[in-house]
C-alpha cells in the first residue's frame, strides 16, 4: 500500500505588520510577513471568545515583490503554500516553529496604495495574484461551467 503525502496550506488573515523585503544575491528577492486569522470559540460555560492564529509567511521572487508592493498592516490576505519547520538554535537550546512557504499571495483588497511610479492606483482596480499563469480562457461559445 503507497503512502501519499498532502502539505497543502490555504489560509485568509490580515498582516500584522507590512511586508519586509530582503535582495538575496543579484537576482532573488524573499519576503517575509506575518498574519493574523480569528475564530471563534464556544467555551464551557457556553460564551464565545476569539482565539487567533499568528503565522508567519515567507515568499520568493515575484511573489515578494508583489508582497512588498501590496502586503501592509491591516491588509487582508489570502495565502496558498505548504508547511515548512525553521529550526535554529539559541542559547544552546533547539528552537523550531512552522511557516507557510507561500506558492500563492492575494491581497484582498486595496486601500489606494500607491502606482509604481508614485500615482494614485484606480478606485476600482484590484492587483493581480502573484502566482504562476493560469492556463488561457476557454472559448466564448463554451458553457460557463
Known amino acids: 500500500m503507497a503512502l501519499f503525502y ?35 470559540i464556544k467555551k464551557r460555560d457556553g460564551t464565545k471568545d476569539e482565539k487567533s492564529t499568528f503565522v508567519d509567511v515567507e515568499v520568493w521572487g515575484q511573489r515578494a515583490e508583489y508582497a512588498g508592493n501590496y502586503i501592509k498592516r491591516g491588509t487582508p490576505v489570502l495565502v496558498m503554500g505548504q508547511l515548512e519547520t525553521d529550526e535554529w538554535e539559541k542559547d544552546g537550546q533547539k528552537r523550531s516553529k512552522l511557516k507557510i512557504y507561500g506558492n500563492s499571495i492575494q491581497a484582498l483588497r486595496t486601500d489606494g496604495p500607491k502606482t509604481e511610479d508614485g500615482g494614485e492606483r484606480q478606485e476600482n482596480a484590484k492587483p493581480e495574484a502573484a502566482k504562476e499563469p493560469v492556463a488561457a480562457a476557454a472559448d466564448s461559445n463554451d458553457p460557463p461551467f
Open 6 to 40: 498532502l502539505n497543502d496550506v490555504r489560509m485568509i488573515g490580515r498582516a500584522t505588520a507590512d511586508a519586509k523585503v530582503k535582495n538575496i544575491g543579484e537576482n532573488s528577492k524573499v519576503a517575509t510577513f506575518r498574519i493574523v486569522s480569528n475564530r471563534q
